[in-house]
């Protein structure tokens, strides 16, 4: 029964972030000289309110024993690793 109300918070946390996203990128003006709609007082509310978002799902993360210090990947982004293919590897002859 706790799981099942860890997965719903897991999905409130997720519409509500989506839905705060979309409001954003909905008022966001198309162009630069537009004057932007919301008041700073309420773009700073709406930025805990993504805070809070934020650290609930990372306490729900670190409560699961999921990894929270991962950051996105681009990918043109150098790799760590380097794959070596073993069919282009010369096995050296004795003699």
Known sequence: MA????????????AMRKTLASIVRDL??????????????????MKAC?????????ELAVQDGLATHELPRFTD?????????????KTRQRD
């Open 3 to 14: 799981e099942q109300a860890v997965s719903q918070e897991r999905r409130i946390l997720l």
């Open 28 to 45: 966001t003006p198309t162009e630069a000289m537009q004057r932007y709609p919301l008041s700073e007082a309420t773009v700073e509310d």
């Open 50 to 58: 993504f805070d809070l978002i934020a650290a609930r799902e990372r």
């Open 77 to 89: 982004e150098p790799k760590q690793a380097q794959v070596i293919s073993i069919a282009k590897l």
